[in-house]
């Protein structure tokens, strides 16, 4: 079974900087698909950034320009950097795989597999 771990989440003042990962691993086959969402107390879940099977990627129009992809495909393992942070940045920060190459644009229900989720916290 996919199993996936993130870490590097924290506290952090306004206009900081974090780098979160996630590491993937017990994949059957791939290609596959791997997205962060993030959800607050009493809100829905969002995406923030993923990149599918074929090396597309997608980002939340809000957060183009501050947060940024990249991937280890020897280690397994998806980061988002994260700059410029801000108070309404603060959410659980969740990692999502998938086995399938479709899964942009992104969606919450077209992710199978998530990690256990990793707090962000921006104080002003």
């Known amino acids: 079974q996919v199993h996936l771990v993130e870490s590097g989440g924290g506290s952090v003042q306004a206009g900081g900087s974090l780098r979160l990962s996630c590491q993937a691993s017990d994949f059957a086959y791939s290609p596959f698909c791997m997205a962060w969402f993030r959800q607050s107390p009493g809100k829905e879940r969002e995406a923030v950034a993923g990149v599918d099977g074929l090396g597309g990627t997608s980002y939340a129009d809000s957060l183009k320009g501050r947060f940024t992809l990249s991937k280890d495909d020897v280690k397994n393992t998806l980061y988002l950097q994260m700059s410029n942070l801000q108070p309404d940045d603060t959410a659980m920060y969740y990692c999502?795989?998938?086995?399938?190459?479709?899964?942009?644009?992104?969606?919450?229900?077209?992710?199978?597999?998530w990690g256990q989720g990793t707090q962000v916290t921006v104080s002003s």
């Open positions: 999502a795989a998938d086995l399938g190459s479709w899964c942009l644009p992104l969606r919450a229900d077209r992710f199978e597999h």
